[in-house]
C-alpha cells in the first residue's frame, strides 16, 4: 500500500532483531532500524538497513563518514560489539523465551483467577514480552510496591508518564484499563525460578494494592 503510493516504508525493528526473524525482502521494507542494547551490543549503537537508490538527507553534514550520512568519526567499538552481538544470536532463544513468558502469564493467571487480561494478539506477538492488565489495580501503583522486578507499564516512549497508553487505547481499551498495563519483558538469562518469584512477588502486590 505504501509503495502504490510512492511512499518509503520504514520498519522499526529494535524490538523483533534478534528474537524473530525479520527478511528485509518479506518485509517489502525500504529502511529497517536495529537498536544494538536490545540484542545485547553496547548501548548507543545500532544500524539502518537502506534499500540501493533510496536517497536520505544527511543526518549530520560535514566529512563523508556513514556513506555520507553523518559526518563525524564512527564509533568503531560499538559497531563491532553490535556485528559480534549478530552473529551469537540464538535462533532458539525465542522458543525459550515463548515457554517462560507463557509460564508466567499461567501462573498469574491461577494465582489470581479472572483478573488477568492479555493485551494483544494471542500469538502474534514478541515471543519475550507479556503485557497485561490486572483489574483492581493499575500499572504504576503493583510497580511502586514490587521494587523486586525491574518491569514498565509501557514502551520506553511512554516513560516518565501517567497518561493511557496511545497504543492501548488506539486499540479500544478505556482509559482505566490501559492505566492497568504491565510489561513484564524476559531476557536470554531469565530462569523459570525467576518466573515463579516474579509471579508470587506480583500476586501479592495485586492482592495488597485493590483499588475502589
Excluded: F
Amino acid at each position: 500500500m505504501a509503495h502504490a503510493g510512492k511512499a518509503l516504508l520504514h520498519t522499526d525493528a529494535s524490538q523483533t532483531m534478534g528474537k524473530i526473524p525479520v527478511e528485509v525482502a518479506a518485509l517489502g521494507a525500504d529502511l529497517v532500524t536495529v537498536t544494538g542494547h536490545k540484542m545485547y551490543a553496547p548501548a548507543g549503537v545500532g544500524a539502518l538497513y537502506v534499500r540501493a537508490r533510496v536517497e536520505l538527507e544527511p543526518l549530520v553534514y560535514g566529512g563523508g563518514q556513514e556513506g555520507g550520512r553523518r559526518g563525524g568519526t564512527e564509533n568503531i567499538v560499538g559497531i563491532a560489539a553490535l556485528g559480534r552481538a549478530a552473529t551469537l544470536v540464538d535462533t532458539q532463544t525465542g522458543a525459550h523465551l515463548t515457554r517462560l513468558r507463557d509460564a508466567l502469564h499461567q501462573q498469574l493467571d491461577e494465582a489470581l483467577p479472572g483478573r488477568v487480561h492479555l493485551n494483544g494478539h494471542s500469538h502474534r506477538r514478541l515471543p519475550n514480552t507479556l503485557n497485561i492488565r490486572i483489574e483492581g489495580t493499575t500499572g504504576n501503583r503493583l510497580l511502586a510496591a514490587v521494587d523486586q522486578i525491574a518491569a514498565s507499564t509501557g514502551s520506553a516512549c511512554h516513560e516518565g508518564t501517567d497518561q493511557p497508553s496511545p497504543v492501548l487505547t488506539a486499540m479500544g481499551q478505556p482509559a482505566d484499563q490501559a492505566n492497568a498495563a504491565l510489561r513484564l519483558t524476559l531476557g536470554r538469562w531469565s530462569t523459570e525460578t525467576d518466573i515463579e518469584h516474579a509471579a508470587a512477588l506480583l500476586t501479592q502486590a495485586a492482592h495488597q494494592t485493590v483499588t475502589s
